[in-house]
């Protein structure tokens, strides 16, 4: 049976996608190993922030903010995208320094989004927040959504405009024919003239099946969930120099983030929370808002996600094939860039091209012995990656 | 307290008390940690300090626990009562909180003897206040000898059920009726299993007695009974019980329900070891050996939380394990150990003999044939089993997608109650069996852990 184009996994990159070839007229068939969003896509935190991103991502998350704004007319959902902003605290000097700094880069690239503010602002915006706190940077229209709504909407769009899922079902093996691409599956063969692969931290893995080159690192962060508080903040936080990530949910229980390390189980699938570096992860939450202390700890949980050597993704044409498109390796903040994604991914598929710039995540930037160099700690890409 | 024993045990009921008397007789150093004021496990709850300890309301099995607690507490082992566990790593390593002060232990083995569970099940109106498990209920009148004032239905099957009804009838409770869920033709059942249970006399006169008392009584039995609900707006007014088509309300301030016992995997399934499902007792349980040892070389489990075989066959069953655990430490010989093990292991098929009769008597209940769908299942988040219904209409299959979507099994419990329910809801709905879906993996922490308690926890100090 032939296809008019394989996505390989069904998070919500492949989902994305798969939604904007059905937009467009395509019939994909995307292939998920478990079920929709059971990977990181699942397990996201849900943030929807420009705010310190890579630079190379700016103009993607600039176009991506706009689609998450038109979800409810695209998908006749909207995914729980609640924009209430995201703001880093700054407690030292320094940290102040690094705010304008950050907000006069941005400028110069043509963006406005980041805001430094004192500490009379970050207080009316906050007022539970610790007298420690000397000022901030914000970006008031960031936000965060709900991973599995957000998903499972990208998923229902695309079925209802012809797109075909099958779970359950793993991708064994890939070859490359006259007329295109089959892929062995546990249900079977199937085959299609383009092949997309989404397949995440497994994305690796697919290419390799191809014959590429393109190093990911599994990792497994984790997230904490409170019990339900009084109403007491708006904007999702984070730190500028901290690793810290938390935000308030409708439901009044808070969502702490931060990416500290679980342990990655490949062969499994599975990930465990790791409490050795939780301590960590914690005192920064009561540093800022001292009333958590007391707040009791429903569920921790950890996602498996594949983070790239730059900690920026792979997206594009495979450069020996053009009817194979890459989409993985979001490095822990792909679910901001979910919707536009979509869009660039189908651009590729039934153009060859888009008019996004996507050079910085060529597939084959690592492949040339001598070019892989994992996390370097100094550079601007980790530097701005570091929050989640 | 040494945060590096050879061997910490998770559960100071007979299991575990009678694997840390073993293990400290071997020599090695043991931790025992239980959540509870003071040892004993469910069984032997309160044993040391109970009101009616003396009394003929609970009986002599009762008070034997006594005899466990004494020797325990001479071994020389370590004991920590108010610990309560939290989380426990595939590594071994423990988070427990210990009086309110969260900590790490790092043993070199971990025996998991955290026991049995009530299974849950669900039907219209077992949330109102006053419908409790038989077990609640027991807890109740161990601790404080408390009796309602109310007339009390007991509904459900099995021996927990029988010896509830007469403890309640011995505390001179008013009792208006125990409402049998057991299909009819018990004995018959049974019979085929009578003569393997011989083994153990003693508790098979145990029970008989106990079903002799109930029935000398006049207290009223309702047989064959194939639905319950629970009526009042409040709390509980009125309980209707169906049989077949005949229905009827009995009014009662108190319902005790009871479905039988569920080996209490939260643990061995937050940490992934492997488990099967048992189709008599229709339950999950990890996989085990005859000692206990599980798929992760640090951890092993005993007692009814490997598999439920009562009170009795977990003390040996802690024993096996002490034993192994001193082999697998070096001061055990594989010789001495099997030398050793072997009377533990016959009397543990012993129970084996008495427990097949009891599985044939009272087979569990499908958890499906009770609840309608405006039945909640989920306590914590409030979804019924039309929420979970509509979610696999929506395509879910499997217990995990489900509790991502509707939240089912995501609050504070974190589907300790409603998880196998839910796992049957999905099978039935999807056409797979009871076998092919395990309820969803909780997440830690398993107890109450504040963000303050793990930020005091000092990071050097963790594993
Ligand atoms: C804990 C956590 C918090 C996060 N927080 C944020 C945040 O706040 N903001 C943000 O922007 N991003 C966040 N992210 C990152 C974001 O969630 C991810 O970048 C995004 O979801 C990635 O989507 P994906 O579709 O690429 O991957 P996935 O959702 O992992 O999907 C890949 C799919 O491929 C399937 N697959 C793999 N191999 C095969 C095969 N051989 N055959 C068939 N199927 C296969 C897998 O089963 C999987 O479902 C977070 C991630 C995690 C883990
Ligand atoms: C409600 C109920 C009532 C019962 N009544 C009777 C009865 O009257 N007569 C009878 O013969 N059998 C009774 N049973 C069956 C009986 O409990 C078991 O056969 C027996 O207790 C099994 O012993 P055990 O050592 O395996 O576990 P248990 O005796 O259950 O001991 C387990 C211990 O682990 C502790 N624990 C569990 N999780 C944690 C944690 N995370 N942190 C710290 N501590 C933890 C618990 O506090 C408990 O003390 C009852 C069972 C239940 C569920």
Partial sequence: ?388 | MTDRPDLAIVGAGPAGLAAATEAAARGLSVTLLDERAAPGGIVYHAVTRSPLGGTTVLDADYRRGTGLVEAFRSSGSTYCPNASVWAVDRDGSIGVTIDGQARWLRPRRVLLATGCMERSLPFPGWTLPGVMTAGAGQILLKDSGAIPDGPVVLAGTGPLLLLVAVQYLRAGARIAAVADLTPPGAWQRGLPHLAGAFGCLPLLRKGLSMMAELRRSDVRRIPGVTGLRAIGTDRLEAVEVRQGERAERIPAGVLLVHAGVVPNIVLTRMLRLPHRWDPRQRCWRPDADAFGATGLDAIAVAGDGARILGAEAAVHAGRLAALDAAHRLDVLDRAERDRHAAPEQAAIERHAGLRSLLDAMYPPPDGLAFLDDDTTICRCEDITAADIRAAIADGCRDPNQVKAVTRCAMGPCQGRQCGQTLARIVADATGQTEEDVMPPRARPPLRRLTIGDLAALETESTP
């Fill in chain 1, 1 to 388: 049976m032939t296809e008019d184009v394989i996505i390989i996994g069904g998070g919500l990159h492949g989902s994305s996608t798969a939604y904007q070839l059905a937009a467009r007229g395509r019939r994909p068939l995307v292939i998920e190993r478990n079920h929709v969003a059971r990977h990181a896509s699942g397990a996201s935190a849900g943030g929807v922030r420009r705010l310190r991103r890579h630079r190379a991502e700016l103009p993607l998350a600039m176009e991506s903010l706009a689609l998450w704004r038109r979800l409810p007319e695209l998908l006749g959902d909207d995914c729980g995208f609640s924009p209430c902003g995201h703001l880093l605290l700054a407690e030292t000097e320094a940290d102040l320094a690094w705010t304008v700094e950050r907000a006069a880069t941005t400028r110069s690239l043509g963006y406005d989004f980041e805001e430094p503010i004192d500490r009379a602002e970050v207080k009316r915006l906050v007022p539970s927040v610790s007298n420690a706190v000397v000022g901030g940077i914000i970006a008031r229209d960031d936000g965060f959504g709900n991973p599995l709504v957000t998903t499972a909407a990208f998923r229902r769009r695309a079925e209802s405009l012809g797109a075909r899922y099958l779970e359950r079902t793993e991708v064994l093996g890939i070859d490359r024919d006259g007329d295109g691409w089959t892929v062995a599956t546990t249900a079977g063969r199937f085959s299609a003239p383009s092949l997309v692969n989404c397949a995440g931290g497994w994305g690796e893995r697919i290419a390799a099946m191809l014959g590429e080159t393109m190093p990911v690192r599994m990792k497994a962060a984790t997230m904490t969930v409170t019990a339900r508080v009084p109403r007491f903040l708006g904007p999702v936080i984070g730190h500028v120099r901290k690793k810290l990530s938390l935000k308030q949910m409708q439901n009044g229980t808070v969502v702490i983030g931060g990416g500290y390390e679980g342990r990655v189980d490949m062969e499994a699938g599975e990930s465990d929370v790791l409490y050795a570096g939780l301590p960590g992860n914690m005192k920064p939450v009561i540093d800022a808002f001292p009333h958590l202390a007391r707040v009791p700890i429903v569920r921790n949980w950890t996602g498996l996600e594949g983070n790239t050597p730059d900690a920026i993704p792979y997206i594009g044409p495979s450069p020996n094939d053009p009817t194979l498109v890459h989409s993985f390796g979001y490095s822990g903040h792909g679910f901001q860039l979910g919707p536009i994604c979509g869009v660039i991914v189908a651009d590729l598929v039934m153009q060859g091209a888009t008019a996004l710039p996507i050079g910085a995540f060529q597939p084959d930037r690592f492949a040339t012995a001598g070019t892989l160099q994992w996390g370097a700690k100094e550079g601007t890409a980790v530097e701005e990656q570091k929050a989640v």
